[in-house]
């Protein structure tokens, strides 16, 4: 299921679009297949007391487990990761649902995390830092969370490029706090020097 264009903003556009990686299944996946399993042991007992007493409880994890994968198949269809021209959506649930957004021009910083078994499977997690209340979202089962991190960054960028070619700035709607946060983001990044740092940092605070 894809992110309704109706909750769009005018002029909004999307960058990109995308489920949970399909690790978002294991689990689950995981649980069902070793249940087949035991329960393909528990079909070759040649106990038949044993097997009427684990054959019931088989069944009920077998049932448990499917069910748990149905959930999981239909959680995923309505999790949806969004980058758009202005902010950052996500939305995720099937019956009770949550969400949040994060303004473009208040991130500060991305980062991601990945682990050797991860960078095989092409998955990870993205961390999130912005201005304001929110501070760090972290969000997982990212697919190529390198590439997203690259992609946010190019839409940040934009937005600052389009304000500053409008006249103002990202930094004028901004308090002092935020802004020093957005600097230290564009530090880390590797985007300005220390020097430029320390330059910017003392003419916000004088």
Not at 15 to 37: G, K, Q, R
């Amino acid at each position: 299921m894809t992110f309704p264009k109706k909750h769009l903003n005018e002029g909004e556009t999307i960058a990109l679009d995308m489920h949970p990686h399909w690790w978002y299944f294991a689990e689950p996946a995981f649980s069902l297949a070793a249940t087949i399993v035991v329960g393909i042991w528990v079909i070759g007992l040649e106990d038949g007391t044993l097997k009427d007493i684990v054959r019931p409880v088989l069944l009920a994890v077998l049932a448990g487990t499917a069910l748990w994968l149905v959930y999981r198949a239909a959680t995923w269809q309505t999790t949806n990761f969004v980058i758009t021209s202005q902010r950052v959506i996500f939305r995720q649930g099937l019956i009770a649902k949550r969400g949040m957004e994060i303004p473009l021009d208040r991130v500060n910083n991305v980062n991601f995390t990945q682990g050797i078994f991860e960078r095989m499977l092409g998955a990870g997690d993205l961390l999130i830092e912005s201005g304001g209340e929110d501070g760090q979202q972290r969000f997982t089962d990212i697919k190529d969370p390198a590439g997203v991190q690259n992609l946010l960054h190019r839409e940040v960028e934009k937005v600052r490029g389009r304000r500053a070619a409008g006249g103002g700035s990202a930094s004028a709607t901004l308090s002092v706090p935020e802004q020093l946060e957005r600097l230290e983001g564009l530090l880390q990044r590797g985007s300005i020097t220390p020097e430029e740092f320390e330059s910017q940092k003392r003419k916000l605070l004088d």
